[in-house]
């Protein structure tokens, strides 16, 4: 596009077409506050002296009160209404806190009876019967002129770069034919096909006529939003271009596709024509019908395409085993990659390494494309028609390469694959030179194109577009060879692991062997220890006798931990309630008396390290003993044990329901200091408390 044109493009998209503050002479406009409802601005003068301070409802005569609520969903249909003996459809809709309402006549439509809707239903049943895209486009069009009967209906089809095309048309002998020309993105401004989505059907009546100015209670009415207005006026320079195109009167319904707009059914009349409602909402709904007829053609286009590619795929893929190289398989599988995709020449780059089949530019210029696209074309597929475009060296080869399609695959060594279509010069019609300069006086406002007579040119450089079948089927393509690539990996690391593991599986055999002797001699050296013990507590004094007999059962603690640390999975860590279990089991045998019935115990799964675990062991042994010995001053008495975890914490509790703490008086120097030095090493406390009777003692320290 040249400089002037895009000045004028720029100009019509700021043009505020919604805002126009008139509307055309062929129906009426009534603005009412929102909640009263009272008329504050009407289209033309007089018409806002005969209704000021009438609510919408007294003047159009309606029996109920305008439903706000309803309009808010959208533009809704009230009825009809007789004024000054014309008979009125009046339509109705909200915008910037007011209530507005058009009326049009009903002139000559057709009743919109059981006759009219079976016609109706029969126009968008022969859609259906269409055998093709352009036999669809042509019962379209035949079907909007019977319907609005204009002079020329086009099927126009919005394309590249927003620029349009006419794919169907119907005309009378008297008018010119535009079948298969292209209009420029200038001819519909970006604001028009916003509006044309939001709007389904615009009417301009009277290419000639003078619009009505809003007039209302002050100036700020004119500023209203007219975006869902049928009557809304049109723009200086659009009518201009109808004028040019020698058009009295036009139509459009928008063609929506997944809410986008997809192309227009264009109405042409030679003399000045309204639409009524009826036809206007007829129209509505065939559009709806057409756009639904399209969307289903080109689904199943798309999925025939898609199962011929993944059979394609297959085949191709069928070629990639466990033993083959990616080297290999672009060597065995490039031609075929290119005849999958439609291409003139393929071609993979993996580093130093080139792989080239078909019609292709020289390795210099592949890896130059290569370097271009190596980035973008690992976010998503990299696809062009027009290769020099988008890169300006590329124009040296684009007899080879004007279309590309490209996939970077994430190897260590990025990987690109690429396809590449030459050039197919293509001839366009133009209805009028969309190049041709216009001339511009400083000052003088913006005018659109006066020349609407076929203008031809040969388009250079550019490919077949690469369609969205294609595109998916690259980038599947990429995966699954990533896949097969990173499996083979896989396999090979397995195999690896495996002979790792058998190695790692004779260490632990003799780790474990290593184990069994080392506790077999441990626990044969306790127990020599244990026994010594108790030999020198048979004829010792009773106080001594009562001191052998705690030292061994600190031996009996230690040697618990160690039995369970041969005995569990992890050599680092136990379960300390189990562990402490075992302990209290061993007390209850060597206890005297009735002990073993009176201690219980309430443990909570908490996992330690082992070496702590010896600690709390030996700490557990000392509380239990002095409360064996103090609590019920030597009788067996209730003795309770509890552990729980508290966050990163443990709490081991044992309480009596004996004398007290003022009843402990007795105590060995060296299990009390050995005691409190056991907790320090824990990094912990121990508080003891009066248990209401008796005494609980309470040692908390970290797990770790």
Same mark, same amino acid.
Not at 28 to 46: D, F, M, N, Y
Not at 223 to 234: A, G, H, K, P, W
Not at 368 to 383: G, T
Not at 389 to 406: I, N, Q, T
């Given at each position: 596009m040249n400089d002037i044109g895009a000045l004028n493009l720029t100009a019509c998209d700021r043009e505020p077409i919604h805002i126009p503050g008139s509307i055309q002479p062929h129906g009426l406009l009534l603005i009412g506050r929102i909640g009263t409802h009272e008329i504050i601005g009407a289209a033309g003068v007089s018409l806002f002296r005969?209704?000021?301070?009438?609510t919408l409802e007294d003047y159009l005569g309606l029996s109920s009160v305008i439903d706000e609520a309803a309009l808010d969903l959208g533009p809704a249909v009230l009825g009809t209404t007789l004024i000054d003996d014309i008979l009125y459809d009046v339509h109705a809709f909200t915008t910037d806190g007011h209530v507005v309402?058009?009326?049009?006549?009903?002139?000559?439509?057709?009743?919109?009876?059981?006759?009219? &809707?079976?016609? &109706?239903?029969?126009?968008?049943?022969?859609?259906?019967?269409a055998t093709s895209y352009a036999d669809l486009f042509d019962s379209a069009a035949r079907v909007f002129r019977r319907l609005t009967d204009y002079d020329r209906v086009l099927i126009y089809?919005?394309?590249?770069?927003?620029?349009?095309k006419v794919v169907g048309e119907s005309r009378s002998d008297d008018m010119s034919s535009l079948m298969n020309h292209h209009f420029p993105a200038s001819d519909i401004p970006r604001q028009a096909r916003a509006l044309y989505v939001r709007n389904r059907v615009r009417v301009i009546a009277d290419v000639a006529g003078a619009s009505l100015p809003i007039i209302g209670v002050d100036d700020a009415i004119r500023q209203i939003d007219l975006s869902d207005s049928t009557l809304r006026s049109v723009s200086p320079i659009h009518l201009t271009y109808l004028k040019n195109m020698s058009v009295a009167a036009s139509a459009s319904m928008s063609i929506v596709k997944d809410g986008i707009l997809w192309g227009l059914v264009a109405c042409h009349h030679s003399n000045p024509r309204p639409l009524p409602l009826t036809i206007r909402l007829a129209c509505q709904a065939l559009a709806t019908s057409l756009s639904r007829q399209i969307k289903l053609r080109e689904e199943a286009e798309l999925y025939r395409e898609r199962i011929h590619l993944r059979a394609q795929e297959d085949v191709v893929l069928g070629r &990639?085993?466990?033993d083959v190289t990616l080297e290999q398989f672009f060597t065995e599988s490039a031609d075929d990659l290119a005849k999958m995709m439609r291409a003139d020449g393929f071609a993979a780059v993996q580093g130093a390494d080139l792989f080239v089949s078909g019609q292709c530019p020289d390795p210099i210029d592949i890896r130059a494309v290569a370097d271009y696209v190596r980035a973008p074309a690992a976010i998503k597929a990299f696809r062009t028609a027009c290769l020099g475009r988008e890169m300006p060296a590329a124009e040296a080869f684009?007899?080879?390469?004007?279309?590309? &399609?490209?996939?970077?695959?994430?190897t260590e060594v990025p990987t690109i694959l690429m396809w590449f279509r030459a050039e197919r010069l293509q001839t366009v019609t133009w209805a009028g030179n969309p190049h041709k300069d216009v001339q511009l006086v400083p000052g003088a406002q913006l005018e659109p194109r006066v020349s609407f007579a076929a203008w031809s040119e040969e388009v250079q450089g550019c490919a077949p577009d690469w369609t969205i079948a294609e595109t998916e089927s690259a980038m599947r393509l990429v995966r699954s060879m990533l896949e097969a690539r990173n499996n083979r990996r896989m396999r090979a690391l397995n195999a690896e692991l495996s002979t790792t593991l058998k190695e790692n599986e004779s260490l632990m055999q003799q780790k474990d062997f290593l184990l069994r002797e080392v506790n077999h001699r441990v626990q044969n050296s306790l127990s020599l220890v244990s026994a010594f013990l108790r030999m020198q507590g048979r004829d010792a004094l009773p106080e001594v006798k009562q001191q052998l007999d705690e030292a061994d059962h600190r031996l009996k603690a230690v040697s618990l931990v160690h039995k369970r640390l041969y005995q569990a999975d992890s050599t680092e860590i136990v379960d300390l309630s189990l562990y402490l279990a075992e302990l209290c089991e061993e007390l209850k045998a060597a206890l005297s008396g009735n002990w073993a019935n009176n201690i219980s115990t309430r443990l909570a799964p908490v996992l330690i390290e082992t070496d702590r675990a010896v600690s709390i062991g030996l700490i557990l042994n000392e509380l239990v003993i002095n409360a064996t010995k103090y609590a019920y001053q030597g009788e067996p008495g209730p003795i309770s044990i509890g552990l729980e975890q508290h966050r990163d914490s443990f709490r081991l509790t044992v309480s009596d329901k004996g004398i007290g703490a003022a009843g402990v008086t007795k105590g060995t120097g060296f299990g009390s200091r050995m005691l409190a030095s056991l907790v320090d090493g824990l990094k912990g406390s121990v508080d003891y408390a009066d248990n209401s009777p008796g005494l609980r003692a309470t040692v908390t320290a970290p797990i770790r």
């Amino acid at each position: 596009m040249n400089d002037i044109g895009a000045l004028n493009l720029t100009a019509c998209d700021r043009e505020p077409i919604h805002i126009p503050g008139s509307i055309q002479p062929h129906g009426l406009l009534l603005i009412g506050r929102i909640g009263t409802h009272e008329i504050i601005g009407a289209a033309g003068v007089s018409l806002f002296r005969a209704t000021k301070g009438q609510t919408l409802e007294d003047y159009l005569g309606l029996s109920s009160v305008i439903d706000e609520a309803a309009l808010d969903l959208g533009p809704a249909v009230l009825g009809t209404t007789l004024i000054d003996d014309i008979l009125y459809d009046v339509h109705a809709f909200t915008t910037d806190g007011h209530v507005v309402v058009e009326l049009t006549q009903q002139a000559d439509s057709p009743p919109m009876n059981s006759t009219f &809707l079976a016609n &109706l239903e029969s126009m968008s049943s022969g859609f259906e019967r269409a055998t093709s895209y352009a036999d669809l486009f042509d019962s379209a069009a035949r079907v909007f002129r019977r319907l609005t009967d204009y002079d020329r209906v086009l099927i126009y089809q919005f394309v590249d770069n927003e620029a349009g095309k006419v794919v169907g048309e119907s005309r009378s002998d008297d008018m010119s034919s535009l079948m298969n020309h292209h209009f420029p993105a200038s001819d519909i401004p970006r604001q028009a096909r916003a509006l044309y989505v939001r709007n389904r059907v615009r009417v301009i009546a009277d290419v000639a006529g003078a619009s009505l100015p809003i007039i209302g209670v002050d100036d700020a009415i004119r500023q209203i939003d007219l975006s869902d207005s049928t009557l809304r006026s049109v723009s200086p320079i659009h009518l201009t271009y109808l004028k040019n195109m020698s058009v009295a009167a036009s139509a459009s319904m928008s063609i929506v596709k997944d809410g986008i707009l997809w192309g227009l059914v264009a109405c042409h009349h030679s003399n000045p024509r309204p639409l009524p409602l009826t036809i206007r909402l007829a129209c509505q709904a065939l559009a709806t019908s057409l756009s639904r007829q399209i969307k289903l053609r080109e689904e199943a286009e798309l999925y025939r395409e898609r199962i011929h590619l993944r059979a394609q795929e297959d085949v191709v893929l069928g070629r &990639l085993g466990s033993d083959v190289t990616l080297e290999q398989f672009f060597t065995e599988s490039a031609d075929d990659l290119a005849k999958m995709m439609r291409a003139d020449g393929f071609a993979a780059v993996q580093g130093a390494d080139l792989f080239v089949s078909g019609q292709c530019p020289d390795p210099i210029d592949i890896r130059a494309v290569a370097d271009y696209v190596r980035a973008p074309a690992a976010i998503k597929a990299f696809r062009t028609a027009c290769l020099g475009r988008e890169m300006p060296a590329a124009e040296a080869f684009r007899d080879l390469a004007s279309g590309l &399609l490209a996939v970077t695959m994430s190897t260590e060594v990025p990987t690109i694959l690429m396809w590449f279509r030459a050039e197919r010069l293509q001839t366009v019609t133009w209805a009028g030179n969309p190049h041709k300069d216009v001339q511009l006086v400083p000052g003088a406002q913006l005018e659109p194109r006066v020349s609407f007579a076929a203008w031809s040119e040969e388009v250079q450089g550019c490919a077949p577009d690469w369609t969205i079948a294609e595109t998916e089927s690259a980038m599947r393509l990429v995966r699954s060879m990533l896949e097969a690539r990173n499996n083979r990996r896989m396999r090979a690391l397995n195999a690896e692991l495996s002979t790792t593991l058998k190695e790692n599986e004779s260490l632990m055999q003799q780790k474990d062997f290593l184990l069994r002797e080392v506790n077999h001699r441990v626990q044969n050296s306790l127990s020599l220890v244990s026994a010594f013990l108790r030999m020198q507590g048979r004829d010792a004094l009773p106080e001594v006798k009562q001191q052998l007999d705690e030292a061994d059962h600190r031996l009996k603690a230690v040697s618990l931990v160690h039995k369970r640390l041969y005995q569990a999975d992890s050599t680092e860590i136990v379960d300390l309630s189990l562990y402490l279990a075992e302990l209290c089991e061993e007390l209850k045998a060597a206890l005297s008396g009735n002990w073993a019935n009176n201690i219980s115990t309430r443990l909570a799964p908490v996992l330690i390290e082992t070496d702590r675990a010896v600690s709390i062991g030996l700490i557990l042994n000392e509380l239990v003993i002095n409360a064996t010995k103090y609590a019920y001053q030597g009788e067996p008495g209730p003795i309770s044990i509890g552990l729980e975890q508290h966050r990163d914490s443990f709490r081991l509790t044992v309480s009596d329901k004996g004398i007290g703490a003022a009843g402990v008086t007795k105590g060995t120097g060296f299990g009390s200091r050995m005691l409190a030095s056991l907790v320090d090493g824990l990094k912990g406390s121990v508080d003891y408390a009066d248990n209401s009777p008796g005494l609980r003692a309470t040692v908390t320290a970290p797990i770790r």
